[in-house]
């Protein structure tokens, strides 16, 4: 894996020519569609507390409601992303899409939790939109532009999290159904979206090539590769962890702001907006001219060293202003980590297992998503827990416990860089950075 040799942007635009792909079109499109599905969701996300509070249930169910769409997710992402590899990025979008505007159709329309809860297990089951977006990024860049174009998700991401909780926030305040009747409209926005202008990255006559190089591959005399290598293994840790740590905050955040410092919903989406503005700021911004300043792999144990710091610091912010110091900080972390990481699984498999491997990245990440919100809100539930002769409230059990998992994603890391340096071969050298041989 150390001398795997990667396509230069000359190389790889000639394939691309090849079957017709125009990559800034396709980013563009790909770019709107992320916003438009995250406006959607981060307009509901902030709700769910008073909606769960409304029919007379506890904390906890926020995180079963959040809990049942991962599971949903871990079942059905990598089958989304197999299809994908099969019949082309386009199609399954498409349908992705529309479960999801069903799914929202229904929350809105809830007269009960269970609907609720059924809404959610069913945008779960139609959550193909990530892995295949995450597949289709890497169809169309190289390893060395990989990370820098999946941080450029980030934009569209942001300006749905930017303005998605403000309105959420003063629609819930009138009736939490108005923000899940929007969603489906930009649902819809979605799906023509997708139809009138994306440019499908993996054309018939593309898969028909890679299938055929895979059948050469394996007449040739070289060993049969395995997909799931402990190189692939390894990163997939780093993902869980990674986003163990993140959705046990993320999930929880409604719940603490308002458990923790009384906040109402208009200032619980404010509080949104702000994560929002800020990834639109490193996303958009400063994350191009600072892996080119720093370097991705200097920038990769930076991120992961202060998410660390962050959760350290967590069970001490006892009042709401800290949380607004608290959440640029964060989101550094959480901007450049999952790009980063992500990036690092595409460069070790071929371009025909793309789908495959995107697919179980959702499944790893749906595996923390199941787990890390019924953790996070059964903290808050419980109030705390004596350990020993030690009690840890509720805000000191999910701060340590972010903590320990950050030390062992930060453990996992570096050793990834110091076994695989062709990860960031391509990177202009430097004085001496870690993980070089």
Request: net charge positive.
């Amino acid at each position: 894996m150390a001398d795997r040799k990667f396509l230069n942007k000359e190389e790889h635009a000639d394939i691309l020519r090849n079957y017709s792909i125009d990559p800034r079109k396709a980013m563009f499109t790909i770019i709107l569609s992320i916003m438009v599905d995250v406006f959607g969701y981060s307009m509901v996300l902030p709700l769910l507390p008073k909606i769960v509070s409304d029919f007379g249930y506890s904390p906890i169910f926020v995180g079963i409601i959040i809990s049942s769409n991962a599971i949903s997710t871990f079942i059905f992402g990598p089958i989304w992303g197999r299809l994908s590899d099969k019949y082309g990025r386009k199609p399954i979008l498409l349908i992705s899409q529309a479960g999801t505007g069903i799914s929202f159709l229904i929350l809105a329309l809830s007269p009960n939790i269970y609907v609720i809860l059924f809404s959610r297990i069913l945008d779960g089951v139609f959550g193909g939109q990530i892995p295949v977006i995450r597949a289709y990024i890497s169809d169309i860049t190289t390893p060395a532009t990989r990370a820098s174009e999946m941080g450029k998700l980030m934009i569209g991401h942001t300006v749905g999290m930017v303005f998605g909780p403000l309105i959420g926030g003063f629609l819930g305040e009138i009736d939490w159904r108005y923000p899940a009747l929007i969603a489906v409209l930009l649902s819809i926005i979605a799906i023509t979206l997708t139809i009138r202008v994306l440019i499908e990255s993996m054309p018939k006559d593309r898969i028909s090539d890679l299938k055929l190089r895979k059948k050469t591959r394996e007449l040739s005399s070289e060993k049969k590769e395995n997909t799931f290598t402990r190189e692939i293994i390894g990163r997939f840790a780093q993902i869980f962890l990674l986003f163990f740590i993140t959705v046990m905050f993320n999930s929880s955040m409604a719940l603490i702001l308002m458990e923790r410092y009384g906040a109402s919903p208009i200032i619980i989406g404010l509080v949104m907006t702000l994560a929002g503005v800020t990834i639109m700021i490193y996303g958009g911004f400063l994350m191009k001219p600072l892996f080119k300043k720093v370097g991705e792999k200097r920038i990769l144990l930076i991120a992961s060293i202060l998410l660390v710091v962050n959760f350290a610091v967590f069970p001490f912010m006892t009042e709401l202003w800290m949380i607004f110091a608290f959440i640029p900080s964060f989101v550094f972390s959480m901007v450049f980590l999952p790009s980063l990481i992500q990036s690092n699984i595409t460069k070790a498999v071929d371009a025909d297992k793309q789908g495959l491997v995107s697919g179980m990245t959702t499944n790893v990440q749906s595996i923390a998503q199941i787990i890390a919100p019924l953790i996070a809100t059964g903290f808050i539930e419980i109030g705390g827990l004596t350990i020993g002769m030690i009690f840890l409230n509720q805000y000191e059990l999910i701060g340590y416990l972010a903590v320990i998992l950050g030390i062992g994603l930060f453990v996992i890391l570096f050793f990834d860089l110091k076994r695989h340096s062709y990860l960031f071969s391509y990177e202009k050298p430097q004085k001496e950075s870690v993980g070089s041989d």
